[in-house]
């Protein structure tokens, strides 16, 4: 799987140094948690430091806009570097205009829904979008568990995305650790949020990146030995 490491999690006070860690240990994207604390409860950061991220590492950045009215600010996320905008559908009454509207500025286009959203909410939407993003707990806080019924979410997004023969990644993010990256990738992700999994005060990220990939090495060599039915 792809990691995407939040930066929610990182110590702002040497968070340059911990993204150039998370880009030595061989993550994929950097994931920017964008909140407004009306959408969800909490603040977080705009566009500024998404910059200031962007000129800390090579790796393309994905912002999670976890606000109303995100089209505001899509213009500033561009400029600021980041190369994939994700909305959630309840702040977008008219999904397809805002699809479109990010089509135009040449970034990759996200979208995703809160847990007990229903998935129909996002079928239309399938074939014009790169990347679903099912969140595995409630928007808006770090390190909450894991929400199990997300399992079986997953897979139907995994089953509605081949369905229409969409090449989008589907991305999990909410409680994705050692013991539940297994269940997630074998659901049907492709991309893993990992927040507190490889920022957090007991490992380095380097160590914390390599147990994250242990671990999904560890069910793929299952998977590969297990006997053909």
């Known amino acids: 799987m792809k990691l995407s490491p939040s930066i929610y999690t990182a110590d702002f006070g040497r968070l340059g140094e911990q993204i150039r860690e998370a880009e030595a240990a061989g993550v994929d994207w950097i994931h920017l948690d964008i909140m407004d604390g009306r959408f969800v409860p909490n603040i977080t950061f705009g566009p500024l430091v998404a910059a200031a991220v962007r000129r800390y590492t090579r790796l393309p950045c994905e912002a999670h806009l976890m606000i109303l009215e995100p089209e505001r600010y899509f213009a500033d996320f561009k400029q600021a570097g980041v190369s994939r905008l994700i909305v959630h559908v309840e702040t977008c009454p ?27 909410m996002i079928e239309e939407a399938l074939p014009l979008v790169d990347l679903v993003l099912v969140m595995t707990v409630e928007p808006g806080f770090g390190g909450q568990r894991y929400i199990p019924s997300s399992t079986q979410r997953i897979a139907a997004v995994r089953q509605m995305l081949d369905r229409v023969g969409s090449s989008a990644e589907l991305e999990v993010d909410g409680g994705i650790n050692i013991h539940t990256i297994c269940d997630v990738r074998d659901a049907g992700a492709t991309i893993a949020v990992v927040g507190s999994a490889v920022f957090n005060d007991k490992y380095s990220v380097a160590e914390s990146v390599n147990m994250l990939r242990a671990a999904a090495r560890r069910c793929s060599n299952e998977d590969d030995q297990a006997p053909l039915s």
């Open 94 to 120: 008219h999904l397809y205009s805002t699809i479109q509207t990010l089509r135009q500025m040449d970034v990759q286009v996200g979208i995703t829904l809160n847990p007990l959203t229903p998935l129909c």
